[in-house]
């Protein structure tokens, strides 16, 4: 984005300049009880009302094999029985531990493994259970019997210390206590592709081995907890579900539903709430209580979680139940089922799936092995060389195999009552397996066969459940995983299923592909619980693409690039991609790179491709302030920072002193090492960016001329030859860089070059003003904490007689302060912070306790003073805010010097010679430049009451400038004014008219549609300081109407406004809760100004986009402007009226409006703002004849 100043001719002999800012947004703190003087700000985005978190079947083999203590079925290699030594081995050889090694293979995964450590089950609430006996005399034979909290029970206890022997043994081999057998050194029993069993077969070629007593915790442990199949699966499920949050839903079910105490998918009461309370409990409850009885109708109990996941349709008696698995829980007029919401069945079994056969099937069951279309049209083709995956069966038709249950499920739309709104999920966009390699970016992944078939994504956007298969120690026929390319490309064939057979466990893993989820078989209890949890870390990913994380500020567009911030909403981790824009249809490409990855490492699902590995922490350079004021620019590195600032990064997120600080600040530079331990696990090293926009920075662009005053220092210094116009050239090359402010604490310095090179950090800056609060960003139970969570605004700056390029940033709901960096030069390095950092000013420094949070944008200008400056609004206070500045009845206007950050003038609304009116919330300032002599004159800015104020800037002596109300509105409040204004020369008066709309998007209660009082735009004319005709009101003012035709076109009347009259305006009254919150767009060659609307989405969490409606009017009078007829669409229109915009979606909430103009002339387009049909908004005007594409941001 850049920053410059904008002429507009309004006379041969009279020129105004105007220098523009950037609009503010949305954000901030908790919600209390509202005082007079505080607005309703949320920490998290208004358009994330709320995630959509998955549904979860979870199914548990309570089958008779469960209560074994050895698996799979059959010993490992050769599928013999098991019988002798081998049985008492968890591993082959527990001195081995290299990956693919034959001896660190599992043998009989059950017993106990000295390598593995026997953690205790968890509790609902994720504390432990208790250590079993740990000196062996009276070990319990079921701990979770034992300890349960409903319905415990006496199971019994095991004696070690004696002459113990290993079932189906008849003697102690080491005399007394525990043991178990390995391999003996030197026995060659081949490889895992060759294995020697007649070697490994042999009794005498094993030994046995006495447990350590340093290891008798541990055995307890496993006895007590792990010794059986069953023992073991409702530990590791306990486990992996305790450590989990309420962002999940569960339901759970034995497969023999007959014989359990907690059969819920079998009952007729099927609840499914959030994770927690009762729910958690009757979960937890269930886990422990599982028996082994019974046979393994796996079949069955697929049918009967994929039937649950068809519940709640209309009329069905169960809609808007616990027994709807779609409903939002919500009632009244609000009740409504989530048609986004995504089902997950999970099933942990121990063997070969048997049970009636056939089982009952569905009416109208279909299999994998018939060609059909899909509910969303896609073709499915059993000969089609992509989908044979999941269809190519040796021999006949075995109609009720697991796969063919999974398939069903997955292919059948399970609500056709609800919208088709799942998010698709395309994590493997690879292709060249199953068909040619599909050569440059992929930017609609479903339209490709290979991929939309690939059975690593789930391209499905109907409801359907996703199936994830887990076994314990078993095999199959094929080998898992290897065989999947062979069976994509035909080479191989799954196996004709066998009811009760080793082939039933091929139709298992079958089954998960294709109910597009994924199998693993664990072969002990510690890669049963990395197994589960892979599954859930699956389920998260997915349900990430689904949330509104993809919501972010509007793209910056600069030459064939757009530059895209975002969040991840699960986790909280941020992006920030470059795309290529197709310079006619201004649709965005594939990303070339996305800065969180690249810092990150690994596996990008932005680019589909893999970076390369994370950077090291201790190659960033970042830096930072040790306090307020100039000169305190630091390294962050531990050492370097003050005792005072160590001492706060030493406390938790809850003030409490841990002794963390070090490795808080290297958490903070991306190391990793503590997460889970200390920390909480991060998606990215990038923090979520959620209202910064990416700020574009290349070679300098402020636009200024080297006719500055005579006598000020610009014009003596370009006397000498130091013109702006060799900064300029001297710079013309400097690297494109990106800045953008995230919620991990830090502005962000990017490489911005349009390549897959790009993306790359090149420093950071934590501001002083976090270090309060900055523990937060590492608190284990993390929730989104904002900091640095605005755009910043650049400028080029004179002062210490050079050129420089100013960098000045807000904070938004991170804290009361503004900071500026010298970015002259893009490079950075620790070793040398004083040439970057230059200053902070926040509430605690010299005349700033009246500064709130930073939610309007700081603006930056030369002034009559002779000095450059950063102007910076007062900001708003949250509700339930105690400090005494919150009860101020007047606004501020900050006047700081731009180099040195120092106070030059507190401005108060209070003191305008105007009838006194409530002022609070001032919003970001526009300033004006009367003479075109490039030294500024007035600022203009309005307030959460709906003023508007001008701050006159022009005499050289600060303590004569002076605050007007130029603008009183009807009804104070009810049309805040939260975005910076834009000034237009009016030809009448030789002032200003100042364009500006109304309306707020900054905490939760604004979400809504309903109740909202209508919202308008304006242009109101200003007279200078202090004229007699201020304040102007609606009734001085010209009302121009605006209507909608049947195509979400507006029209809107083009009335005169004589210069008897103050202005014009026309309300918001198409669209319930339509509203604008960020600045005008000014097109000075022919007046005109683009205006932007917000239609928030309301409370559905499965519509998160956003609607609105872009709109180009004449300036002059607020009426339609020519060049829009188009959009009509052939309509007619009354008399009176001409086409003035249409409705569009992806409006930007925060930020600026994405304005470029089109390669070779004529258009101005919006990237990613889209018409309806999904093309981009673009528009004529032929002033525009551009050779390249250039960002139209400050009006230009």
């Not at 469960?66 to 008492?88: E, H, I, K, Q, T």
């Not at 690039?561 to 975002?566: E, F, H, K, M, Q």
């Not at 309903?1010 to 200003?1022: C, I, K, L, M």
Request: overall charge negative.
């Amino acid at each position: 984005m850049r920053h410059r100043p904008l002429v507009a001719r309004a006379h041969s002999a009279f020129a105004l300049a105007l220098i523009l800012t950037l609009a503010a947004g949305l954000h901030s703190a908790p919600a209390r009880a509202a005082t007079y003087y505080t607005v309703d700000l949320s920490t998290t985005p208004p358009d994330l009302t709320k995630n959509v978190d998955p549904n979860i079947a979870v199914t548990f083999d309570d089958s008779g094999s469960m209560s074994w203590d050895f698996m799979g079925d059959r010993r490992p290699f050769d599928n013999a029985g098991w019988g002798d030594v081998w049985r008492c081995a968890g591993v082959i050889d527990p001195r081995v531990s290299a990956a693919g090694d034959l001896r660190a293979h599992a043998m009989n995964g059950v017993y106990y493994n000295p390598n593995v450590v026997y953690a205790p089950p968890l509790h609902e609430d994720g504390a432990s259970f208790p250590n079993a006996d740990a000196t062996l005399v009276a070990v319990w034979n079921d701990g979770i019997r034992r300890n349960r909290p409903l319905n415990a029970g006496n199971p019994g206890t095991t004696h070690f210390t004696g002459a113990w022997t290993c079932p189906g043994a008849s003697s102690n081999p080491v005399g007394n206590g525990p043991y178990y057998w390995r391999l003996k050194t030197g026995v060659n029993i081949g490889t895992l592709g060759a294995v020697n069993t007649a070697n490994l077969y042999i009794a005498s070629n094993w030994e046995a081995v006495a447990v350590p007593a340093s290891q008798y915790q541990n055995w307890a442990n496993w006895w007590a907890y792990y010794h059986t199949r069953n023992l073991m699966t409702r530990s590791a499920l306990s486990r992996v579900f305790g450590s989990l949050g309420d962002n999940i839903r569960v339901v759970h079910q034995n497969i023999n539903s007959n014989t359990t105490t907690y059969p819920w998918l079998a009952k007729d009461s099927t609840p499914i709430t959030a994770f927690s309370g009762a729910a958690r409990s009757k979960f937890f409850d269930w886990i422990y209580q599982v028996p082994a009885e019974g046979w393994t109708p796996d079949r069955e109990a697929t049918i009967r979680a994929g039937k649950f996941f068809e519940s709640g349709t209309p009329g069905g008696g169960k809609q808007f139940t616990d027994e709807d698995p779609y409903w939002n829980g919500m009632t009244g007029a609000d009740k409504a089922d989530l048609a986004c919401r995504q089902n997950f069945h999970m099933l942990v079994t121990d063997g070969y799936w048997n049970g009636d056969n056939p089982p009952a099937l569905p009416s109208a069951f279909f299999t994998s092995e018939t060609s059909r279309t899909l509910p969303d049209g896609t073709a499915y083709n059993v000969d089609a060389a992509a989908s044979r995956v999941f269809s190519n069966v040796s021999g006949s038709l075995y109609e009720s195999s697991l796969a063919n249950i999974a398939f069903y499920y997955w292919a059948k739309d399970l609500r056709s009552d609800l919208a088709n709104n799942v998010s698709a999920y395309f994590p493997d966009k690879a292709t060249g397996v199953s068909g040619a390699p599909v050569a440059g970016l992929i930017t609609n992944p479903a339209a490709y066969p290979e991929i939309y078939y690939n059975p690593a994504n789930d391209p499905a956007t109907w409801q359907h459940a996703v199936q994830f298969m887990i076994t314990l120690g078993v095999a199959g026929t094929l080998n898992y995983p290897d065989d999947l390319t062979a069976l994509r490309t035909g080479g191989k064939a799954w196996p004709l299923p066998v009811w009760n057979g080793i082939e039933a466990v091929d139709d298992t893993w079958h089954a998960s592909i294709n109910g597009r989820g994924d199998y693993f078989s664990a072969s002990d209890p510690g890669e049963l619980v990395s197994k589960l949890q892979d599954i859930i870390n699956n389920i998260v990913a997915r349900r990430t693409s689904s949330t509104a994380g993809s919501l972010s500020t509007a793209v910056l567009t600069v030459n064939t690039a757009s530059y895209g911030t975002g969040y991840d909403s699960s986790d909280w981790s941020g992006s920030a991609t470059a795309r290529n824009v197709d310079p006619d249809t201004g649709l965005f490409g594939g990303a070339l790179w996305d800065a969180g990855c690249k810092l990150s490492g690994g596996f990008c699902v932005a680019t589909g491709s893999n970076p390369g590995a994370a950077r090291d922490p201790d190659t960033r350079v970042i830096l930072t302030a040790q306090g307020t004021g100039t000169g305190q620019g630091i390294a962050l590195r531990w050492a370097a920072l003050p005792t005072a600032l160590q001492s706060l990064l030493d406390k938790d997120e809850n003030g409490t002193t841990d002794g963390n600080g070090s490795a808080r600040l290297d958490f903070l530079r991306g190391d990793r090492g503590n997460e889970d331990s200390l920390f909480h696990r991060r998606g990215s090293v990038l923090g979520a960016v959620v209202n910064s926009q990416a700020l574009y920075v290349a070679g300098p662009d402020s636009g200024y001329r080297d006719t500055f005053p005579i006598g000020t220092p610009e014009q003596i210094a370009a006397s000498g030859g130091n013109t702006y116009e060799r900064f300029v050239y001297t710079n013309r090359t400097r690297a494109p860089t990106i800045y953008l402010g995230a919620n991990d604490g830090m502005l962000h310095a990017i490489d911005a070059t349009a390549t897959v090179a790009g993306g790359n950090e090149r420093w950071a800056y934590v501001p002083y003003a976090l270090y309060a609060t900055l523990s937060k960003v590492s608190a284990k139970n993390y929730v989104l904490q904002p900091m640095v969570d605005a755009t910043p605004v650049e400028r080029d700056v004179f002062f210490a007689g050079a050129w420089h390029t100013l960098l000045v940033g807000g904070l938004r709901l991170g804290g009361r302060g503004v900071y500026a960096l010298d970015i002259t030069n893009p490079a950075a390095s620790e070793a040398s912070p004083g040439a970057r950092v230059l200053w902070e000013f926040n509430h605690t420094s010299s005349g700033g306790g009246d500064l709130g949070y930073t939610y309007g944008q700081p603006n930056v200008g030369r002034l009559a003073n002779g000095k450059w400056v950063v102007l910076v609004p007062a900001g708003y206070f949250p509700n339930g805010s105690s400090d005494a500045a919150a009860s101020n009845p007047y606004s501020s206007l900050f006047v700081l010097d731009a180099q040195t950050g120092a106070l030059i003038r507190q401005i108060k609304t209070s003191s305008a010679p105007q009838t006194a009116v409530i002022s609070y919330g001032l919003a970001a300032p526009v300033l004006g430049d009367y003479q075109n002599d490039q030294i500024d004159d007035a600022a203009f800015a309005g307030d959460l009451r709906g003023n508007l104020w001008r701050f006159d800037l022009s005499d050289p002596n600060p303590v004569n400038w002076s605050v007007d109300l130029v603008f009183k509105p009807t009804t104070p409040g009810a049309r805040p004014i939260t975005a910076m204004p834009r000034l237009f020369p009016d030809v009448l008066t030789r002032k200003f008219d100042v364009v500006f709309g109304t309306g707020k998007y900054l905490g939760l209660s604004d979400r809504t549609n309903a109740g909202v009082p209508t919202q308008a735009f304006y242009g109101v004319r200003e007279y200078g300081v202090a004229a007699p005709v201020y304040p102007s009101g609606d009734t001085q003012l010209v009302l121009q109407d605006l209507g909608a035709l049947a195509n979400g076109a507006r029209v809107l009347t083009d009335l005169p406004v004589p210069a008897s009259t103050r202005g014009w305006y026309f309300l918001l009254d198409s669209a319930a809760g339509e509203r604008s919150v960020v600045s005008p767009i000014a097109l000075f060659n022919t007046n005109r100004a683009i205006l932007t609307t917000l239609i928030p989405g309301g409370s559905d969490p499965c519509n998160p986009s956003r609607q609105g409606a872009v709109l180009v009017v004449d300036a002059a009078n607020g009426g339609s402007s020519p060049g829009l007829a188009s959009l009509a669409g052939g309509l007619t229109l009354a008399a009176g009226y001409g086409v003035a915009g249409i409705r569009v979606s992806n409006p930007p909430a925060a930020g600026m409006l994405p304005v470029a103009t089109r390669v070779g002339g004529g258009n101005l387009m919006l990237p990613g703002i889209l018409l309806p049909g999904g093309s981009t908004f673009q528009f004529s005007d032929s002033y525009w004849r551009r050779r390249s594409w250039r960002v139209l941001q400050q009006g230009d």
